[in-house]
């Protein structure tokens, strides 16, 4: 892709009205474009990234063996009735009257129209566990939306919900999602803690949230720095495996200033130990037990002739907010150098030529890069424009490919100057550059 | 998968609100659940299908240069209102006051939206063409929903929008979304014609309908028989060769009965070509030059220093609306017998085992064949359950998976009895049936 040609609209300077420095690049690199308050389209660059990380999201998902659905936006407010939580919800529910005057809603979250697609379907045991999930996109009417997509009103966000037929078997599942978004977050180039937290509006006894170390982030969070050597690479999608996996987070004291208890902080992590920084939350998941079946009345057979109702959980995470977090946790803002993840950059390398007029030679050399790349399943943007150097070596900084190849001076008949975005360059051919950016990709 | 594990509600007869065959087929097999009137949940079996649909018009954007985007499904009432469409809408768009009583709005369409990025963006004829295509959820509030998926409120649509300097680099992008578009319906086994229609309440004075031919079709159609021989095999991404290319679809009469003349139609076209019969739109395509961009000030600069308003198109394909589509032409309603293009069927295989009490001999076999056709990356569903042969054989029939292995008494050895689904069976080996589906995978 030629850089001329994409609709990548990029700003000279930080636009003022950001705050934090996702917005700030998002808005500079031209991600995304703001519709109304709290409400974003999302352009070539900030599509790229976000689906992604969808991608990534979805194949976790299904790896534990969870199947996607899709629930419409609109939601009639009678299951809301039914679980009781439409007059609860408060002023964040889009309220909506259609033209029969019917009173409908732009869903905030699924609970109750998963549990109303549950109960019209599975009657019997035999057919648990059922677990579910979808992506699509949520709406909260935020009364001060702000920091761009870390804090808007349409969000685009994955949820998944669990059915069982009692506690042991429900832990189990909620297990597998705890595992699963390890992996996930992992894949994603971030390490991310699971911490006990509060149930909020969701509701239930059980919850952990999945935090992003990130210096602005918006939670201050209290830990022991040992949780962060917890290994589950040999963690098996079995009972005891993940018994024992949660077991071993939960033995180190971590959470949020929601939850936070300096007694016992200082009781449980020894000085040299303890943590205190900020965090970004990507993940939430919630074991609620019989709180919506209950009132919904979502039973089924059991195996003696009773009936009961099913146990659930939900699991959510915020695909939209995921890019914001990835650049507060990985954006060099006194550089101003952003190096994306290879697993979820909107392009794999960036190249570089240094235009002169009448002088085509570096950007024939790039198209022809461009082609060898695109053979190995590379994908690159050339900077076609005529700017001057120092100014597009400034725009693929914030565009953040991993990778950079840069025709100039440097150049030196086979070797090509490569770089890692932010580092120091190298010369090495077009080969070995392949080479090492196919071993990346397979990495990640 | 074991369709015992799979969240597929079946039921045993056809349900009695659904009027026509592809709403009663969605509902009988599972593949969506309605949330209210007009909306709809799409349940793993129509959400497998709808997302194969998806990807293969996102390649076929993405071939002729279409840049993905995304607009939220939220929009201000105020760029409506400098379009002047706002009150013209009427009752079909769904109006809705947020938290602080602002006027927004559910996204019936896009124009606006586009507009309004496109003008904030780019500035100069050097960036001209610009082609932008999302695929978003879109809502109309439908005073009568009915048949299903066919005629809902919340709807799944591709949007695509050109942006060009004049009415001729205009036209030419019309004809590559024209060309695209033949593409798409073909690798849905689907043969669209193209059709001179209204332009309604999108405005413009050019635009074409794309037709599937279907008996249960919504719109009446009269149409030069010679038109499904038009061949565009040959046609290139070029001005001369799309112009040439439509001349051969124009020189045939086709039109639906809204433009509908019988003296026109009898003196065009001899008695034996004449072709009275019904269809569905699939596809529309629209022509507007400036009717959005002049109100909403989107302009840019000539080369000769003036500036000049951009000449836009606009082009949609219902992708949600294509999974009904497809089963109204394809469905053998008397026989139940469902087939879908291998392209975008749920599964490409489906395993019938004979299951008698204490003998898995046959289960185990489906299994091991299972893990053999995930080798060769074909997807199956294995039906698990102890229901009788011939029950099993008819959800079969309706789930539409192409081709269907049956392990039952005429299961001789090495040979299984394979048939396309709804045709005669023949006994073949394994590698030999496994040759066929690869065939017809990379055919389509």
Redesign the interface.
């Known amino acids: 892709m030629n850089i001329?040609k994409?609709?990548i609209?990029i700003l000279k300077n930080n636009p003022s009205e950001a705050k934090i420095k996702s917005h700030q690049l998002m808005l500079r690199v031209?991600m995304i474009?703001q519709?109304?308050?709290g409400?974003?389209?999302?352009?070539?660059l900030g599509?790229?990234v976000?689906k992604k990380i969808e991608k990534i999201v979805r194949e976790e998902q299904n790896r534990i063996g969870v199947?996607?659905?899709?629930?419409?936006?609109?939601?009639?407010s009678?299951i809301w009735k039914e679980s009781g939580r439409y007059e609860d919800y408060g002023?964040?529910m889009?309220r909506?009257k259609?033209?029969?005057n019917?009173e409908?809603l732009?869903g905030p979250t699924n609970e109750e129209?998963v549990t109303?697609?549950f109960r019209?379907?599975?009657k019997s045991y035999?057919?648990l566990p059922?677990l579910?999930y979808h992506i699509q996109?949520k709406?909260r009417?935020e009364?001060r939306p702000r920091f761009g997509i870390m804090r808007c009103?349409?969000f685009y966000m994955k949820d998944a919900y669990s059915f069982d037929i009692n506690d042991e078997e429900a832990f189990f599942s909620y297990n597998k999602f705890f595992l699963s978004y390890l992996k996930t977050f992992k894949r994603l180039d971030l390490k991310a803690i699971p911490m006990a937290a509060d149930t909020g509006p969701i509701g239930g006894n059980l919850s952990h949230e999945f935090i992003i170390l990130a210096e602005t982030g918006e939670s201050k969070i209290f830990t022991d720095k040992r949780i962060f050597e917890v290994d589950t690479k040999d963690t098996k999608l079995e009972k005891k495996s993940l018994d024992d996996m949660r077991k071993k987070f939960e033995q180190y004291y971590s959470v949020t200033d929601e939850k936070f208890n300096k007694e016992e902080f200082e009781k449980k992590v020894s000085n040299e130990n303890r943590l205190t920084t900020k965090g970004i939350e990507v993940g939430h998941i919630f074991y609620f037990g019989d709180k919506y079946s209950k009132p919904m009345g979502a039973s089924v057979d059991l195996p003696g002739g009773k009936k009961d109702f099913v146990k659930m959980g939900s699991y959510g995470i915020g695909v939209s907010r995921l890019v914001g977090a990835i650049i507060e946790a990985k954006y060099d803002e006194k550089n101003e150098v952003m190096k994306w993840p290879i697993s979820i950059a909107p392009y794999d390398l960036s190249i570089i030529p240094m235009i002169n007029k009448n002088d085509n030679a570096a950007l024939d050399k790039a198209n022809n890069i461009y082609l060898e790349l695109e053979k190995n399943n590379i994908e690159a943007i050339i900077d076609d424009t005529d700017e001057n150097f120092s100014s597009k070596i400034k725009k693929m900084n914030l565009i953040g490919a991993p990778y950079q190849i840069i025709i100039g001076k440097q150049t030196d008949g086979d070797l090509l100057e490569f770089k890692e975005t932010g580092k120091d360059s190298q010369k090495l051919k077009l080969k070995d550059i392949i080479k090492i950016i196919i071993e990346q990709k397979v990495k990640n």
Chains 1, 2 share one sequence.
């Open positions: 001329s994409s609709f609209p031209g474009k519709s109304s308050a409400i974003y389209s999302w352009l070539p599509f790229k976000m199947q996607e659905i899709l629930m419409p936006t609109i939601q009639s009678e002023e964040e889009l909506i259609d033209r029969q019917r409908i732009y129209l109303d697609i019209s379907s599975i035999k057919s059922q579910l996109w709406f009417d009364i009103r349409e």
